[in-house]
């Protein structure tokens, strides 16, 4: 059926052509027709449809030359037919149908013919047609309208222009008289503009209006939004976070990225110094003192590292606890730490040991303990035999005191011991042995033999092995006794 709409049409037109030259029909061209429509038929026929297609190419590049007169059909043909690829194909089709419809005429008749059956077909068409037949009012603004909402044509990637259309036509400030003024103005000075092109660039107009406002208050939204923050920010990240719902890391690293990104950062800057200065006061004071330098020296690189200390070694939640783990901070030494750091070396040095190595140097050992009592009872830490003393040197002094008490104890106790081995050591002994042959070569037997041998050998020896023993307790408890002395003074001076 629709192939026998194209024949009559066709054939109806190659009837006109008779009529001669007009607005809308088009004339033959004079240049005889180098290939027939059938020979296209039969090639297509065959499958050979690019032979086909050059032979139409040549009849249309004839038309192209032959139709540049001021005439509407030719008009339309050059800036639609040859600038359009819908139109383009619509032409291409209408010549291959009509090729179908009159296989004995010539290409160029049938392209002609073919162009003539297009522009009458497309000027009924709110789609295809041009501004002319809107201007003479054979096509409607309705007829535009009902297409947009029943298209005749699915358009692969959209419809630019139906899109513009009827955002323009639904918009309260443009409506559909908008668009009518808008098409009417140019469809009068552009006749042979495509009307859907207009419609739809009129409609563009009316949406890059639009959307330039709906851009213009968005960006007014986001610069009020972006001032209420800004004012949040300040109110919650620009002050001293000590006094202001706490110093957390999540809080401070907030306000050193606002300082970073914001439009007034030093406003942040300084709160976050402001935050660092009054957490510093929580600190001991030989931490004050090393807080005080460093920050002082460079307070972003000090900031950063507290930042830092937030998130190493898992995640802090109070700044305080992030200040304290800073390197800076975290070994500042107090003067009792320093007094020890200085003993230490001094004694080991002398004992002509390496640090960690003088565990039989009592002197070196006293500075070990008397530092871990200094550092426990600094913490606070009481009770048990723990003794606390006013002063770093008190701490050295009792801890040597009760070194060498525990020292002289020891070697007492080995006194002891020794004392009570000689009575059984003599026994063994090879003196023993030679004044009991001493005693027989002398003449002595039983009964007198035995307390001979007690009062000769056996007292005398164990006098002279027990000499030196009572001397050494005698210096070791008199040392103990001079230690004991200086540590009972020392605890009379213990802090509660």
Sequence with gaps: MRQAMWVAAGLGVLLLQGCGNSDNEAPRVKAESAFSCDQVNNLKARGDTKSASRMIQASINQLNTAYTEDKAVQRFYRGLVQKNLDYAYQFYDAIEKTCLAAPSQGLNE?????????????SKQPRWTTCRFFNDKSIKPDDVYAEIGNPKVITIGGDAAASNMVVAANAEKYGKAYLLKGVTERCAANPDYRLWTVFGAVGGVAVEEILAEQRRVEQEQEAERRRVEHAANLAEYGVDLVASNGATCLRYDKALRLASENNEPERFREAARQTLQSLARQLPEYQRVVFDAEFQKDPEKFSQEVRGQCTSWGVREQLID????????????????????????????????????CLRDVQAMAVMSASVSYERCESGERGGNLVC????????????????????????????????????????????????????????????????????????????????LEESRGK?????????????????QAKP
């Design 476 to 492: 070791l408890q008199s040392t103990r006794q001079k230690w004991a002395e200086l540590a009972q003074k020392l605890q009379a």
């Design 110 to 122: 049938a392209a002609t013919a073919a162009l003539n059956t297009i522009y009458a077909q497309t």
């Design 389 to 468: 003393l006013p002063e770093p040197r008190n701490f050295y002094d009792y801890a040597l005191a009760t070194a060498y008490i525990d020292e002289a104890d020891l070697r007492l106790a080995k006194i002891e011991e020794q004392e009570k081995r000689i009575r059984s050591d003599l026994l063994m002994s090879r003196e023993l042995e030679e004044c009991k042959h001493k005693l027989i070569a002398a003449g002595y037997r039983d009964p007198e033999y035995g307390p001979r041998v007690e009062s000769d050998c056996m007292g005398p020896l164990d006098a002279a092995l027990r000499a030196p």
């Design 322 to 357: 992030a200040l304290r783990e800073v390197n800076a901070i975290k070994f500042a030494r107090t003067e009792g730490q320093q007094f020890f750091d200085k003993l230490r070396v001094e004694k080991e040095t002398a004992a002509g040991c390496r640090s960690g190595g």
